[in-house]
């Protein structure tokens, strides 16, 4: 399983645009980059996930250059309730793979200031 | 939908004893699975299963046993706690390839004293 490297913490304001970039250099040809967020208290949501390219959803962005060794989240326009814990996950999680779980490292704690 | 569901939501054991937390599920997903999170850390897999009747341990599954004997339900037992297992537990499920999104329970806070 590609090692990942985030940031520990990010500050940010209110209506910034906040980036919290993924290192994964090990990344394999078939693993597929995740990112989740986790409030205090409660369990990781999934916010998006990625191959290649460019993904976007109703939360977030998704940046991945085509050597594919690292990967930037996009949060537009951050409000205080993103505060939160973002974590990226690098892996080929399919069935043939024996992977059968996901494997999360400590995150990129993000504080949103007013 | 109720999603994935954790039971207790808090509990206190004494050293040595012995308990289950329940986890259940009903999106019908195959994988489910268990993690601890200590204080400022992220997740670390307990024990994981891929279908009814199909387990197998993750990083840290010394101190639980766990059984998979219906689709819905994946329960998690302490055998005899230690202080050292004073930690939030939670559970999660997925569809059947690990590339879809998991869900996750809001959690078991454990404190063992």
């Known amino acids: 399983l590609a090692k990942t490297t985030q940031p520990i913490s990010m500050d940010s304001y209110e209506g910034q645009e906040v980036n919290i970039t993924c290192s994964h250099n090990?990344?394999?040809?078939?693993?597929?980059i995740t990112w989740y967020q986790q409030f205090p208290s409660q369990g990781p949501r999934f916010i998006i996930q990625?191959?290649?390219t460019k993904v976007t959803n109703e939360v977030a962005s998704l940046f991945i250059p085509a050597d594919r060794k690292s990967s930037t989240l996009s949060l537009p326009r951050v409000s205080l309730s993103d505060t939160a814990v973002y974590y990226c996950?690098?892996?080929?999680?399919?069935?043939?793979?024996?992977?059968?779980?996901?494997?999360f490292g400590s995150g990129t704690r993000l504080q949103v200031q007013p | 939908n109720a999603g994935v569901t954790q039971t207790p939501k808090f509990q206190v054991l004494k050293t040595g004893q012995s308990m289950t937390l329940q986890c259940a599920q009903d999106?019908?997903?195959?994988?489910m699975s268990w993690y601890r999170q200590d204080p400022g850390m992220g997740l670390r897999l307990i024990h994981y299963?891929?279908?009814?009747?199909?387990?197998d341990q993750g990083e840290v599954p010394n101190g639980y046993n766990v059984s998979r004997s219906t689709t819905e339900d994946f329960p998690l037992r302490l055998l005899s706690a230690a202080p050292s297992q004073t930690s939030v537990y939670f559970c999660?499920?997925?569809?059947?390839?690990?590339?879809?999104?998991?869900?996750f329970g809001q959690g078991t806070r454990l404190t063992v004293v």
């Open positions: 996950l690098v892996g080929d999680l399919g069935r043939d793979t024996g992977r059968r779980a996901l494997t």
């Open positions: 090990n990344i394999a040809t078939n693993d597929y």
């Open positions: 990625g191959y290649k």
């Open positions: 999106m019908n997903h195959e994988y």
């Open positions: 299963s891929v279908g009814a009747g199909i387990t």
């Open positions: 999660a499920s997925q569809r059947g390839t690990l590339n879809t999104e998991a869900f």
